[in-house]
């Protein structure tokens, strides 16, 4: 991160967080030099508080520290985007976000982190757990279950009962992928490589 232009905004940078798993924009801060080394150095996000006037580390006070995963530059290194897992709510309002509270797209990845935990963690009271433990032939039933029980709800007029059946059917995928050692990602990035971009796809025809 050595190459970060601080010269355009008199010495700070804005920095985008954005919750790893889910991908949501939680909060937009400022970084100069000095707190952007220590965010690498120490894995936890720093700003340049302007109000303040000095170095802040985001919850340094609530204990609700945003933990970084991943930080890139933009195309003109003046910018910086930075992927983290938050130790809680983000906004001093309470809510997950800045922008407003949390959403459900981008869940499944929180979801799958939950999954993994329960299993991982062994948690004794966990339906999760115990399914993973039963073994790969229960785990790959239950996705059959469940994809039967969606295929028959299609049939009918309830799409309440139809997008449950289809929440269930991908909660179950989610353990058996782990049992694979694969995750939802893998399966997204098989998508994307069947994804053929038309050409010329910025033309309007």
């Not at 997950?96 to 935990?117: A, D, H, R, T």
């Not at 339906?127 to 709800?153: C, D, H, P």
């Amino acid at each position: 991160m050595e190459s970060i232009d601080f010269s355009k905004g008199n010495g700070l940078v804005p920095a985008v967080i954005q919750d790893y798993n889910t991908l949501q924009v939680l909060m937009v801060g400022f970084m100069n030099e000095e707190a952007l080394k220590k965010t690498v150095a120490e894995g936890r996000v720093t700003f340049f508080s302007r109000s303040k006037n000095r170095l802040w580390t985001k919850g340094e006070t609530s204990g609700n520290y945003l933990y970084v995963r991943e930080i890139t530059a933009d195309c003109d290194q003046d910018s910086l985007l930075v992927r983290v897992n938050p130790a809680g709510p983000v906004c001093h309002t309470g809510n997950k976000s800045c922008f407003g509270s949390e959403v459900p797209k981008g869940f499944i990845y929180e979801l799958e982190k939950i999954v993994n935990q329960r299993i991982d963690d062994n948690a004794g009271n966990s339906y999760t757990n115990k399914i993973f433990r039963q073994g790969i032939n229960r785990m790959a039933q239950k996705v059959g279950e469940e994809a039967i029980e969606l295929i028959i709800e299609s049939k009918d007029d309830n799409n309440n009962l139809f997008i449950n059946e289809a929440a269930d059917l991908l909660y179950h995928l989610l353990i058996l992928l782990k049992a694979k050692k694969l995750s939802f990602s893998d399966v997204e990035k098989v998508l994307l490589s069947r994804h053929k971009p038309a050409k010329n796809s910025d033309s309007i025809s």
